[in-house]
């Protein structure tokens, strides 16, 4: 419960970092048997939330985003074009980055 609530607070600073003030993250899971996060998120001027998965791979300390899916497919096209490159681009500390890994295994 807290992962994801820290999860949800972090992801909602990175997007206004990013300029994107018109998502509202409303729910984060982390299904770790399925290597994913499940994102519920409300577009601005939508009524129904959205919802993204996260696939993620972990190698070592290595941890990269591997697909990004959507329950809209121009927003998963988006994603895929846009976000994910820069989500991989992101380096985290050796030591966080360690601790992390081993919570995602």
């Known amino acids: 419960m807290f992962v994801e609530m820290f999860a949800t607070r972090e992801i909602s600073r990175k997007l206004v970092e990013f300029g994107v ?3 509202q993250v409303r729910k984060v899971e982390h299904l770790k ?12 001027g939508e009524t129904e939330p959205v919802t993204i998965h996260a696939h993620y791979a972990v190698e ?7 697909r990004l899916t959507a329950s809209k497919p121009w927003l ?3 994603l895929t074009d846009f976000i994910l490159p820069q989500i991989n681009a992101q380096k985290l ?3 966080i980055l360690g601790a992390v890994a081993k919570w995602l295994l």
């Open 21 to 23: 003030d018109w998502v």
């Open 33 to 44: 048997t399925l290597r994913q996060f499940r994102v519920e998120v409300l577009l601005e």
């Open 60 to 66: 070592g300390n290595s941890i990269t985003v591997a």
């Open 76 to 78: 998963e096209r988006a």
């Open 93 to 95: 500390p050796d030591g």
